[in-house]
C-alpha cells in the first residue's frame, strides 16, 4: 500500500489499514511526515505566518509524540483489555496516520468555508485516533479506546497548559 492510500485509509477509518501501519515498523517515517503535513496545513489555514507555521509544525509533533506516549502508558498500563499488547511504535505509527484529515485545515485560508472545514477535520481526526487507539492496543471496546484517548487528552492539555506558564515566567 503506498504512503497516499494509507493517509486515505486512515482517513476512512478503514481498520484494515491501521493494523497494517501498526504492524510495519518501516512506516514510522511515514507517520511523521503525516504528522508535519497535518502541522503544516493548519499553519497555512489559519494564516499564521513562517513563524506561526514553525512554532505550529514542533507543537505538533511534540503533541503527537507526547499523545502517543501517554496513550501507551495510559492503554497498556492502567487500562489494558485480556489481549492488549502493543508498544510505543504501534501508537506513533498510528495516532500519526490518523492526523490525515488534518491535513483539510489548509482550506482555513477560505473565508467562512475554513473555519467550517477546521471544525470538521478536528472532530474527523479525533474519531480517526480512537480508531487507531482501538487497534494499536488490541481493544475489542471503542468505549475503552475513547476513555484512553480522553484521559491522555486532559493529561496532555494539563501539561502543556503547566509547560506554557512556566514558559511565560521564565520568559
Known amino acids: 500500500m503506498t504512503f497516499v492510500e494509507r493517509m486515505v485509509g ?5 481498520v484494515r489499514v491501521y493494523e497494517e501501519i501498526e504492524g510495519d515498523r518501516s512506516a514510522m517515517p511515514q507517520a ?4 508535519v503535513l497535518s502541522a503544516v496545513a493548519g499553519g497555512i489555514g489559519v494564516g499564521s505566518g513562517i513563524r506561526g507555521l514553525v512554532f505550529g509544525t514542533i507543537a505538533g509533533l511534540l503533541g503527537w509524540v507526547v499523545w502517543a506516549w501517554l496513550t501507551y502508558f495510559i ?3 492502567l487500562l489494558p483489555e485480556p489481549d492488549t499488547k502493543a508498544d510505543i511504535g504501534e501508537l ?44 494499536a492496543l488490541d481493544y475489542r471496546s471503542t468505549g475503552r479506546a475513547i476513555g484512553v484517548c480522553v484521559i491522555g487528552w486532559v ?10 506558564g512556566v514558559l511565560r515566567r521564565a520568559g
Open 10 to 14: 486512515a482517513a476512512k477509518l478503514d
Open 32 to 35: 511523521l511526515a503525516v504528522v
Open 75 to 77: 492503554g497498556t498500563r
Open 92 to 135: 506513533l505509527r498510528t495516532i500519526g496516520f490518523a492526523s490525515s484529515p488534518g491535513i483539510l485545515r489548509v482550506v482555513g485560508i477560505v473565508p467562512i468555508l475554513g473555519s467550517i472545514v477546521i471544525v470538521v477535520s478536528a472532530v474527523w481526526t479525533l474519531v480517526a485516533v480512537v480508531v487507531a487507539v482501538r487497534q
Open 155 to 164: 493529561v496532555q492539555i494539563v501539561i502543556f497548559a503547566l509547560l506554557m
